[in-house]
């Protein structure tokens, strides 16, 4: 009677063992969290925070100190220091892994609509196109969980 209660007992921590596990592996995924300073692949790094509808992000560091917008089609904007100026903008996420986005890239001046996707919880891949026909893809990694 006492070894049928043992074994009762071992097969039921089992079970509810295997059911932690198997809740676990249906668990929908972390969302994606964009916030936060990421690296792109020529080495600029770009501080994404929330703001009014969703996220922006800004050349926290360029390339090169000193760099000037000269490409940007408004004359207005053309001359301004790359260093704090706004590049990405995110919105609506399609899925927990996706954000619909628009991306200046100021060496060619141009602004693309594309999407942020989340690689792994630190590298995301952003596409853009103009026209649906011209597009860039970056990749980018970020930087030691610094947050804004």
Not at 129 to 142: M, Q, R, S
């Amino acid at each position: 009677m006492l070894g049928a209660r043992v074994r009762g007992r071992a097969v039921l921590r089992f079970c509810l063992a295997l059911l932690a596990a198997t809740l676990a592996a249906i668990a929908p995924a972390r969302a994606f969290e964009p916030a936060g300073l990421w690296l792109t692949e020529l080495q600029a790094e770009i501080m994404i925070s929330p703001c009014f509808q969703g996220y922006c992000g800004i050349v926290a560091k360029p390339v090169k100190p000193g760099l000037f917008d000269i490409n940007n089609p408004d004359p207005r904007l053309r001359g301004r220091p790359i260093e704090g100026m706004p590049m990405i903008w995110l919105t609506e996420a399609s899925s927990s892994q996706v954000w619909e986005a628009q991306l200046y890239n100021p060496i060619d001046g141009k602004m693309y609509a594309g999407e942020v996707r989340m690689r792994d919880a630190r590298t995301i891949y952003l596409r853009g196109c103009v026209f649906f026909v011209f597009c860039k893809a970056e990749t980018w990694v970020k930087l030691d969980g610094r947050q804004p």
